[in-house]
């Protein structure tokens, strides 16, 4: 075993897997840019009192956050999600409203690594500050919708629920707590933890042993003021409208507290069910006051890379991409014309790699053939007299061909088009 491995939880993404990264990224700029959504590249670290407002009673910001005191003294965090960096920035440089923003990298949670779970892990996501339209909850929702059709994926259900105002919440949750104080007996020793911090959050428990009791809770829906109704409904019409398959879940709760109103989830039906969220989000139209910023509504999501991808493995869909070179240089003369050759080829936009180390012909032929190409360039002592090289293909059988240097890069764009 080597000395130095990734840390628990941390991996490195190697080649092929990587390119498949890269192209999961571009597929989601392609279909949030499409809808007018200008990408945001927030700082991987912040204040930590930036993640503390966004609620001090969640797992992630209470016990998982990757924080500490820099050499400036100041307490900061890397950064556990990223909505909350995006808030913190409309606060910071108060751009026009609507302010419609796509974000992709990585996020840190200290959590137990596992299958789908892990320290250091990736999301796509778009956060919308400045509307309060219900029809934008669709918006957004259905952005997600087409980027999971995008990919390929089938089997991800759109689950939906409203957590209603703030005040229909703050009742909601009072009743929650007085029931399950109630029923406290009947609650795991782990859900009776979590009760203490943020009674909406017992809903969230997976264990068996708390299915009952949960089952017999209050339900929000019977908290929903008029105009929490109003808009739950508004959001159910524009899915209808958009022919986007849901359903409405008034158990749903998402992890993090800022949620008011709308709050969704898409769940891969091909993974296990403790980790089958693939993403979600929902409104929070308090943050951006809670950042010392002006009352202004706001409503996103972020997807999960790492689990979206394993989903895709399960459905046989956006495998990653082959990454092969087009043209491989042979130089049998000492490597100085393969430099100049690939130097001039990939300047010309042609993909093309070469072999090193002044092997023999049978060993750069061998490399030409690994690394996929098209077509072999060969350059010997003879084609240095003449000024020419050899066109060789390699998958087609064609024929080979000598062709003049000025004439290469014509020649190659032909036998590749
Ligand atoms: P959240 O920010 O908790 O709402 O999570 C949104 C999505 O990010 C989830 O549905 C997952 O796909 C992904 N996610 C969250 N935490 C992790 C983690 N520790 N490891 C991998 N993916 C995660």
Redesign the pocket.
């Known amino acids: 075993m080597p000395e130095f491995q990734t840390s628990p939880?941390m991996r490195d993404v190697l080649p092929p897997e990587s390119a498949r990264w890269r192209r999961f990224v571009r597929t989601f700029d392609e279909t949030v840019s499409a809808a007018g959504y200008g990408q945001l590249v927030p700082p991987l670290l912040e204040d930590i009192g930036v993640f503390h407002r966004v609620g001090e009673a969640t797992d992630?910001v209470s016990k998982e956050m990757y924080d500490f005191v820099d050499k400036g003294e100041r307490h900061v965090a890397l950064r556990?999600?990223q909505?909350a960096s995006v808030c913190r920035a409309f606060v910071q440089h108060r751009p026009v409203t609507p302010w419609k923003v796509w974000y992709a990298g990585p996020?840190f949670?200290y959590?137990k690594?596992q299958r789908?779970?892990?320290?250091q892990?990736?999301?796509v996501?778009i956060e919308v500050l400045g509307s309060q339209d219900p029809l934008l909850d669709v918006e957004v929702i259905a952005l997600g919708w087409r980027f999971f059709q995008q990919l390929g994926l089938r089997q991800v259900s759109l689950v939906v629920n409203s957590l209603g105002e703030p005040d229909d919440r703050a009742a909601f949750v009072v009743a929650l707590r007085t029931y399950f104080e109630a029923n406290l007996t009947r609650l795991t020793p782990e859900s009776r933890l979590t009760l203490a911090r943020n009674p909406l959050r017992v809903l969230d428990s997976k264990r068996s042993e708390d299915a009952d009791v949960i089952a017999a809770a209050p339900r929000i829906a019977n908290f929903h003021s008029e105009s929490a109704r109003r808009s739950l409904s508004a959001v159910c019409a524009g899915l209808g409208a958009l022919e986007i398959p849901f359903t409405v879940d008034d158990r749903l709760v998402?992890?993090?507290d800022y949620y008011r109103l709308t709050t969704f989830?898409?769940v891969g039906r091909t993974l296990d069910s403790v980790?089958n969220?693939?993403?979600?989000?929902g409104r929070y139209d308090g943050l951006v006051e809670d950042l010392g910023g002006p009352a202004t509504p706001g409503v996103g999501?972020?997807?999960?890379?790492?689990?979206?991808l394993l989903a895709c493995d399960d459905e046989g869909v956006f495998d990653a991409p082959e990454e092969r070179v087009d043209v491989f240089v042979i130089d049998t003369t000492g490597g100085m014309n393969a430099l100049l050759l690939t130097d001039q080829l990939r300047a010309q936009g042609i993909r093309t790699d070469r072999a090193y180390e002044n092997r023999s012909m049978k060993s750069q032929m061998k490399a030409a053939d690994r690394s996929g190409a098209a077509i072999a360039v060969i350059v010997g002592p003879d084609e240095v007299a003449t000024g020419t090289v050899v066109v060789r293909p390699l998958r087609d059988g064609a024929e080979q061909s000598t062709v003049s240097r000025s004439e290469l890069t014509d020649t190659l764009r032909k036998a590749l088009s």
Do not use: H, K, S
């Not at 969220?277 to 989000?281: E, I, S």
């Not at 999501?301 to 979206?308: C, E, Q, S």
């Open positions: 939880g992630v556990p999600e909505t996020n949670r959590e690594p789908g779970r892990y320290r892990f990736d999301q996501g998402r992890g993090l989830e898409f980790q969220a693939l993403g979600g989000g999501f972020a997807i999960g890379l790492d689990r979206t």
